[in-house]
């Protein structure tokens, strides 16, 4: 199994699109509060803060995986929000999915979020990597701590009640 990540670009928006349609990923990404499809062209154009990538396996595109550097983010942002809005240089956060359905229950998110972390480790000097997924979404806590995320705390962003995790740099 190889998984690589190449930054996204603009011919992959169509591709990204078909799989915001799926509802196992609509349904967790798009509801009202959380991101807007429209962004995506503003992450690909560069914001400073965020950096979108395509997930490879076997050279194949299975999903989306995009990390945020959390200090640039509050202070490029005009209106930092959310559950990492005050976070000091090298602290990263990220959210992926996995849009082809074949690909999910297979134990390749785990493997996804370890590579990927590990990459943002080295490559962009992070030392501490954050997640929130929502309280409820027990395959994607299991999926962070079997990746060697622990739990910090509960936390609302404003939409739901969010698990934050951490996973320092080793």
Same mark, same amino acid.
């Given at each position: 199994? /190889?998984?690589?990540?190449? @930054?996204?670009?603009?011919?992959? #928006?169509?591709?990204?699109?078909?799989?915001?349609?799926?509802? *196992?990923?609509?349904?967790?990404?798009?509801?009202?509060? %959380?991101? /807007?499809?429209?962004? !995506?062209?503003?992450?690909?154009?560069?914001?400073?803060?965020?950096?979108? %990538?395509i997930i490879l396996f076997d050279n194949?595109?299975?999903?989306? !995986?995009?990390?945020?550097? /959390?200090?640039?983010?509050?202070?490029?942002?005009?209106?930092?929000?959310g559950n990492f809005s005050n976070e000091?240089?090298?602290?990263?956060? *990220?959210?992926?999915?996995?849009?082809?359905?074949?690909y999910l229950d297979q134990g390749y998110?785990?493997?996804? #979020?370890?590579? *990927? #972390?590990?990459?943002?480790?080295?490559?962009?000097?992070?030392?501490?990597? /954050?997640?929130?997924?929502?309280?409820?979404?027990?395959?994607?806590?299991?999926? %962070?701590?079997?990746?060697?995320?622990?739990?910090?705390?509960? @936390? *609302?962003?404003? #939409?739901?009640?969010? %698990?934050?995790?951490?996973?320092?740099?080793?």
């Amino acid at each position: 199994m /190889l998984i690589k990540f190449v @930054s996204m670009t603009t011919e992959h #928006v169509e591709q990204w699109y078909q799989w915001t349609e799926n509802k *196992f990923v609509a349904d967790v990404w798009f509801i009202e509060g %959380y991101e /807007l499809r429209e962004r !995506i062209y503003e992450k690909i154009r560069g914001n400073g803060y965020d950096y979108p %990538y395509i997930i490879l396996f076997d050279n194949v595109p299975i999903g989306y !995986i995009c990390c945020c550097d /959390l200090y640039a983010y509050k202070n490029i942002h005009p209106k930092p929000k959310g559950n990492f809005s005050n976070e000091v240089e090298g602290t990263y956060c *990220f959210d992926l999915f996995i849009g082809e359905e074949k690909y999910l229950d297979q134990g390749y998110g785990t493997e996804i #979020v370890k590579e *990927f #972390v590990d990459y943002l480790f080295v490559t962009f000097n992070v030392t501490k990597m /954050l997640i929130d997924p929502a309280k409820d979404n027990l395959r994607a806590i299991r999926c %962070y701590e079997k990746a060697g995320f622990t739990f910090v705390k509960e @936390s *609302f962003d404003g #939409v739901t009640n969010c %698990y934050i995790m951490e996973r320092l740099k080793n």
